[in-house]
């Protein structure tokens, strides 16, 4: 029977489920297949020295997929199972320990599920010092960092530990920010107190001064932290990412509260060699500058005369010697080519130290 006519006859549900069972077994039997050529893949990338995790790789195929779609699937639901798809292949590949800032449930949390899927082997860390050193001393494959949000800046801290740690940048990924209310009770009047990471609260100062305006707020150490003491209360609510719901069985009061709608972070995702993707179009320097006058302009020319563009710069405090900083910037380009090869060496040349910490292929924007 078909599933529709002209004349509005309703479909015959038993036939239809046939039908899905059918192609269900089609679709495991061909997800199985995939599972072999991927095992295959992997021989050869551990015969070949190559890394398991191949950001640019998996974006090829994520957009191939997405560009040989008719519909009805929608893009983004696509690109959410293959995701998938190829996080078990890569788990399947060799299971590789991806470390981010804890607990489960913070935004660093679901910026790794979002990016690496849920096979891979997530570990919580305290602190973004632990993160580095799992990742540069005790053999954790990938960690998860947040660099940078468009509201609130650079993380400087971040920064810092490039300084200390001798890890390489492998991928960036960008992840939006969007806050919600979620809480045990049935509606946003019947909250009593707020719970969230300060951060959460003050950018969503204006939601809650228009519509909670004498609810008590109070700041915890994160978002997945003031979630855990709110599941477990009726008329408290945290502030948070939309998936903490879920994580606690908890109801959505109230959805996108920010007070600043396009928030962004951008993190970086770290290991402890050098990324060696086919295409790389981003390298990322640390380095110091000799005290000297126009240091830092000799190091901007030498960029600028090579029509490089910089998207980044900022300076911090070098620890333990007073009034030196070093630099962190961007460039749209990939230093590793030969063809970059004297810019590389004019650049150290200028400076007193230089790190590459990584030339990695950016994350494409696509609707």
Request: hydrophobic share 35%.
């Amino acid at each position: 029977m078909a599933d529709t006519t002209d004349n509005g006859n309703i479909p015959d549900l038993g036939e239809l489920r046939e039908k899905i069972d059918r192609i269900d077994r089609q679709i495991v039997d061909l997800l199985n297949q995939r599972a072999d050529v991927s095992l295959g893949v992997g021989r050869y990338k551990a015969a070949h020295g190559e890394a398991i995790y191949k950001p640019f790789r998996e974006q090829e195929v994520l957009n191939k997929i997405a560009d040989s779609s008719p519909g009805p699937l929608p893009d983004k639901h696509l690109r959410t199972i293959y995701r998938e798809i190829m996080s078990s292949s890569r788990h399947l590949q060799r299971p590789e320990r991806v470390v981010y800032l804890g607990p489960e449930g913070t935004f660093s949390y679901f910026a790794a599920i979002e990016h690496m899927g849920s096979a891979a082997a997530l570990t919580p860390k305290n602190n973004f010092e632990e993160i580095f050193r799992a990742v540069a001393e005790e053999g954790a494959e990938l960690g998860v960092i947040p660099l940078e949000n468009s509201i609130e800046g650079t993380v400087g801290q971040v920064v810092d530990l490039f300084m200390k740690y001798k890890v390489y940048i492998q991928a960036e990924v960008f992840s939006r920010i969007s806050h919600c209310l979620i809480s045990n009770a049935e509606k946003a009047e019947d909250v009593e107190v707020v719970y969230s990471h300060p951060q959460p609260l003050g950018q969503c100062r204006d939601w809650l001064r228009t519509h909670l305006r004498d609810v008590p707020t109070i700041p915890m150490e994160s978002t997945a932290e003031a979630a855990k003491v709110v599941a477990g209360k009726k008329a408290a609510a945290v502030i948070g990412h939309i998936k903490l719901a879920d994580l606690h069985g908890m109801n959505v009061l109230a959805q996108s509260i920010e007070d600043i709608p396009d928030n962004w972070t951008r993190f970086l995702i770290i290991g402890a060699s050098p990324s060696k993707e086919g295409r790389r179009d981003k390298t990322t320097l640390l380095f110091t500058l000799p005290d000297k006058p126009g240091a830092l302009a000799r190091v901007l020319t030498t960029i600028a005369h090579q029509s490089i563009n910089m998207t980044k710069l900022e300076s911090r405090p070098f620890r333990g010697e007073k009034w030196k900083y070093v630099f962190f910037t961007d460039l749209e380009c990939d230093l590793g080519k030969a063809k970059y090869e004297e810019v590389l060496e004019d650049i150290r040349q200028q400076c007193h130290t230089l790190r590459v910490l990584g030339t990695y292929p950016t994350q494409e924007e696509r609707p």
